[in-house]
């Protein structure tokens, strides 16, 4: 039995909580459903399987779609590989804590940073200096690097969050160190790991300072079939698209399928990563 100022207190709290939440879910509903409204209308075969032509007066937005994917393909094969090999080592391999500390620290640090400024980094760095110009590679990179310390620091969370009883019992039963982070420590993980997944994908399609910097503008099919088709394409993803038809051109009716088309594409990944997280815990 709970006193009344108890249970006005924990009703007061239950009822701001779940206050919090609708409010939460009710923006997202209305921010999906006002662009919805005025971007499904516009979705066609012709816009989602044609590129821009100005002979021909049509609108096209599948190249942009194809380097969209291109950079989500490229900036994940980079940023997951490093990001959860170095969370790995700074919560079982990293010798001193001082040094763990002060990686966490700067891995915080550039986190918080402005995108503008990735962008101006990546200018100097891949396309100035490595001579890669504007190209989607460059743009990929410089995503990778802008990425990296999110993906380090959900991976370290849920590194942490498995209980050290388990890393002792393995140990205990004789599994070496990389074989007990292998098989035990990396698939409890999984949830966290997927989480960092879809932070670092959700940021990287939704990205556009970096790319009108690094990747170009260019609204034509590039080539990937080679290597050097890859590394040498410059184009124009679905954000930079939808900056063009916004800002450049007033034509909201295609900014605002281009937007559809995109929220459609961060579901899909998101829906993915998610279960293939679900299915690799299990």
């Not at 909580?17 to 609708?22: D, K």
Request: proline fraction near 3%.
């Amino acid at each position: 039995m709970m006193s009344l100022g108890r249970r006005i207190y924990s009703g007061a709290v239950r009822l701001m909580l779940w206050a919090s939440a609708s409010a939460v879910c009710a923006l997202l509903l209305w921010l999906s459903g006002c662009v919805l409204f005025r971007g499904v209308p516009g979705l066609s075969l012709e816009l989602l399987t044609s590129q821009e032509s100005v002979l021909h007066g049509t609108v096209g937005i599948l190249p942009a779609a194809v380097n969209t994917l291109f950079v989500i393909a490229v900036t994940l094969a980079l940023v997951l590989p490093l990001g959860v090999g170095a969370a790995v080592y700074l919560s079982e391999y990293a010798p001193s804590r001082r040094l763990a500390g002060a990686i966490t620290f700067a891995a915080d640090a550039l986190a918080g940073l402005p995108s503008i400024l990735y962008a101006m980094a990546g200018v100097i760095l891949f396309c100035s200096a490595l001579g890669l110009q504007k190209t989607l590679l460059a743009g990929a990179l410089t995503l990778a690097v802008m990425n990296l310390p999110t993906v380090i620091r959900s991976t370290q969370e849920s590194l942490r969050a498995v209980p050290r009883s388990c890393r002792e019992g393995a140990l205990g039963l004789g599994s070496g160190r990389w074989h007990m982070v292998r098989t035990l420590v990396l698939p409890a993980s999984a949830g966290g790991i997927a989480t960092g997944c879809m932070l670092a994908v959700g940021r990287v399609a939704g990205e556009s300072a970096v790319l009108l910097y690094t990747a170009g503008l260019s609204t034509a099919m590039q080539d990937f079939t080679s290597l050097r088709g890859m590394a040498g394409a410059s184009g124009a993803t679905l954000t930079t698209v939808l900056y063009l038809y916004a800002k450049e051109r007033a034509d909201f009716a295609a900014a605002f399928s281009v937007a559809t088309v995109l929220l459609a594409l961060q579901l899909a990944i998101h829906l993915g990563t998610a279960l293939a997280g679900r299915r690799r815990r299990r």
